[in-house]
């Protein structure tokens, strides 16, 4: 028989190790090696400007909202959810639901872990 906790659980894997392979192949930042004077810095890029101005609202990623009486998983502006998680709203908690109602905006895939970890358990 299938077990739909053990299909959460591997997607959930697959998505932190989606993240851990982009976050190794997309390019870092660049550190500088420490000499023995120190750690070197580059004056072209050291500025003295301004502070930047305040990061704007980032949007979020995932929307977890109610969908036939499941929680789901919706991408940005997407009416089609990615995953339908097997946990009925009808027995989640009062404030869970109205949330749900609601949608709840996810920003990060760690956050949308966090978040599939506690509606499902």
């Not at 070197?40 to 301004?50: G, I, M, Y």
Request: no cysteine; proline share 7%; glycine share 6%.
């Amino acid at each position: 028989m299938f077990d739909k906790r053990l299909l959460v659980t591997g997607v959930s894997l697959l998505m932190v190790m989606a993240v851990a392979v982009a976050a190794a192949v997309l390019p870092g930042r660049n550190h500088a090696a420490p000499g023995p004077e120190g750690p070197v810095h580059d004056v072209a890029t050291t500025r003295a400007t301004a502070p930047a101005a305040p990061p704007q609202q980032r949007e979020y990623l995932y929307l977890i909202k109610e969908y036939n009486g499941r929680v789901a998983v919706f991408g940005e502006d997407s009416d089609i959810p990615e995953m339908i998680l097997d946990t009925f709203v009808r027995h989640l908690p009062a404030y869970d639901r109205i949330q749900l109602r609601e949608g709840v905006r996810v920003y990060s895939l760690h956050e949308l872990e966090a978040r599939i970890e506690d509606y499902t358990s």
